[in-house]
């Protein structure tokens, strides 16, 4: 018996072995790796820190870092205070056939591929779009009017873009709520904003930190949205990692970027992590 | 603020009108996708020209609909065929994960569980150039050693396969892993008291018990590899899956065939979404 357990835990053990460490561990290593490499001619290279260097003092690079870094934890702000209110009235006020309504129609955007929902707010956004045709149409404004290619209209479709992934999680922690423990706290007295910070905030923390881990990952790990929806102005991080890998074909720096990419959002995790006292397994799990 | 406790008038009014506002926005970007898909202009947005269908059926220049549109067809092939791929590895061995994390204690446990959950935190593209990297700097190996050209480790479907697989899984884990837990290992030992060897045992008891969770998560890993982008576009060859032949064409400023492929996605989507809930409500 005990040898035939020892034998179907080896078994299940190889596949996760197998994906973790050719698809996760060494791919890892060898970015870094290779970002550590300065090409010095044709096939020849010496391991340096170069490429940080680089990274470091031109200032395009490294305010775009800055600039994705703060207007990423702008839109996870954003996205928690949109969807808090709303979360609250599917958890708590609505009930029954109109609750699960609710939340389903909350996940039906995300059925469909970002791409789509980026297509829909261009349509909407664009010179010859819908909200232009309206302000003309009103007599608000003259002429057409783009609303595409900046910065709120990246923040509009980075907001979108994530939203069921803070909704789903505040939902879920939300329900588990009980009412009788808000009943509670009016019959000592407490106003609706100090139950708030009090009682369903604290009760919440969980699926608040877990829904802005994964908002703020996507939001700097998107592509799409900033190439779409900015402007010229509004330079991503990772069209910087694409222009490198597949544009100019400087592997190298890429790497550097991407380690920069994984490091930014390595430590911001760990630090809401420890700040709000929570673990990965608790948060993710 | 709950039902049970009196508002205001005012407040109720306000807070149900942010909920319906909302749901306007959630709703806004793809009505009007799918309200562009039948006007009849060679461009998705204003001026409305009229009702036509020609952008799903038309066969002629300048109209092409998506029925005949031969690269848009080939793509969603290709999209459907590494889901496909995606969703049965990644079916396979999240259940091969479910078990070994529930029902196994071993060194390096809690280590290798965190390792699991990390794919979540990854940036998509920071996967797909870490693989990339990777996979070629073994097929410049292999080459340089051996004299091969391995054609799966450089940029195509295998490498968008392994790519998408690779975050995938830690979902499809996640979903088996939670209704393996709610299982009685109790049923079990019954099939092993009344004779069954460990494998029939879980044959026949076990994995009929997480079959819905098993379908749910092939379902999820299925349209999660249908509309990935981010990792998909640092790994993609020749063959670009539908999302990456979408994006090719947003870029040029398409014609409203890609709202007729947007709607229909749209309708495909919904469909596998809602039947995985229905069945998932009868078991």
């Known amino acids: 018996m005990r040898a035939q357990s020892r034998l179907g835990l080896f078994l299940l053990l190889t596949p996760l072995l197998l994906w973790l460490t050719l698809l996760i561990v060494i791919p890892h290593i060898d970015m870094l790796l290779v970002s550590l490499r300065e090409r010095v001619g044709v096939g020849e290279y010496r391991t340096s820190l170069a490429n940080y260097l680089t990274f470091l003092t031109e200032p395009l690079y490294l305010w775009t870092f800055l600039r994705t870094a703060l207007m990423s934890v702008l839109a996870t702000a954003l996205t928690l205070l949109i969807a808090f209110p709303v979360s609250y009235y599917i958890a708590k006020i609505a009930k029954g056939r109109v609750q699960s309504a609710l939340f389903l129609l909350c996940l039906v955007p995300f059925w469909v591929s970002e791409l789509v929902r980026t297509f829909g707010w261009m349509i909407l956004l664009r010179e010859t779009g819908v909200f232009s045709g309206l302000l003309q149409w009103a007599g608000l404004v003259d002429g057409p009017v783009e609303m595409l290619y900046n910065d709120v209209a990246m923040m509009v479709g980075l907001v979108y873009t994530s939203m069921l992934f803070m909704v789903v999680p505040l939902v879920t922690t939300l329900e588990s709520l009980d009412d009788s423990v808000i009943e509670a706290g009016y019959d000592l007295g407490g106003s609706g904003p100090s139950i708030l910070r009090e009682i369903v905030i604290p009760h919440a923390m969980p699926g608040i930190v877990s829904g802005c881990i994964v908002v703020f990952m996507l939001s700097l790990g998107n592509y799409l949205t900033p190439t779409m929806l900015g402007g010229k102005e509004s330079l991503w991080f990772t069209e910087l990692i694409y222009s490198q890998f597949i544009v100019r074909f400087n592997w190298e720096l890429g790497a550097a970027f991407g380690f920069m990419l994984l490091l930014l959002s390595s430590v911001i995790v760990w630090a809401v992590l420890r700040l709000t006292g929570q673990t990965l397994e608790k948060t993710m799990g | 603020m709950i039902p049970s406790i009196r508002q205001p008038r005012a407040v109720r009014l306000a807070?149900?009108?942010?909920?319906?506002?909302?749901?306007?926005?959630?709703?806004?970007?793809?009505?009007?996708?799918?309200?562009?898909?039948?006007?009849?202009?060679?461009?998705?947005?204003?001026?409305?020209?009229?009702?036509?269908?020609?952008?799903?059926?038309?066969?002629?220049?300048?109209?092409?609909?998506?029925?005949?549109?031969?690269?848009?067809?080939?793509?969603?092939?290709?999209?459907?065929?590494?889901?496909?791929?995606?969703?049965?590895?990644?079916?396979?061995?999240?259940?091969?994960?479910?078990?070994?994390?529930?029902?196994?204690?071993?060194?390096?446990?809690?280590?290798?569980?965190?390792?699991?959950?990390?794919?979540?935190?990854?940036?998509?593209?920071?996967?797909?150039?870490?693989?990339?990297?990777?996979?070629?700097?073994?097929?410049?190996?292999?080459?340089?050693?051996?004299?091969?050209?391995?054609?799966?480790?450089?940029?195509?479907?295998?490498?968008?396969?392994?790519?998408?697989?690779?975050?995938?899984?830690?979902?499809?884990?996640?979903?088996?892993?939670?209704?393996?837990?709610?299982?009685?290992?109790?049923?079990?030992?019954?099939?092993?008291?009344?004779?069954?060897?460990?494998?029939?045992?879980?044959?026949?008891?076990?994995?009929?018990?997480?079959?819905?969770?098993?379908?749910?998560?092939?379902v999820v890993a299925f349209l999660m590899s249908f509309e990935n982008f981010n990792t998909t576009l640092m790994l993609v060859g020749s063959d670009a899956p539908l999302t990456i032949t979408m994006f090719d064409r947003l870029k040029e400023g398409s014609t409203p065939v890609l709202n007729a492929v947007s709607l229909l996605l749209m309708i495909g989507s919904s469909l596998l979404a809602l039947g995985m809930i229905a069945f998932q409500k009868k078991s």
Request: neutral net charge; hydrophobic residues 55%.
């Open chain 2, 15 to 218: 807070y149900n009108a942010y909920v319906a506002l909302f749901f306007v926005y959630l709703a806004l970007p793809l009505a009007v996708v799918s309200v562009f898909a039948f006007n009849d202009s060679q461009f998705p947005s204003l001026p409305w020209e009229g009702f036509t269908w020609a952008w799903f059926f038309g066969d002629a220049r300048p109209v092409i609909g998506v029925f005949h549109e031969r690269p848009i067809l080939r793509a969603i092939g290709t999209s459907a065929f590494v889901g496909l791929c995606v969703s049965l590895l990644s079916v396979a061995v999240g259940t091969c994960n479910a078990f070994l994390f529930n029902r196994h204690r071993f060194r390096l446990r809690g280590l290798l569980y965190v390792l699991m959950l990390l794919p979540l935190v990854i940036p998509g593209i920071v996967l797909g150039i870490s693989i990339l990297v990777f996979s070629s700097t073994l097929a410049n190996g292999v080459e340089d050693g051996m004299g091969w050209d391995i054609e799966a480790l450089r940029p195509g479907l295998v490498l968008v396969v392994l790519g998408q697989f690779s975050f995938i899984t830690t979902i499809a884990t996640l979903v088996i892993s939670a209704r393996l837990r709610k299982f009685d290992e109790s049923l079990e030992e019954a099939a092993l008291n009344l004779g069954a060897g460990r494998l029939t045992a879980v044959r026949t008891v076990t994995l009929p018990f997480l079959a819905p969770a098993m379908i749910g998560a092939f």
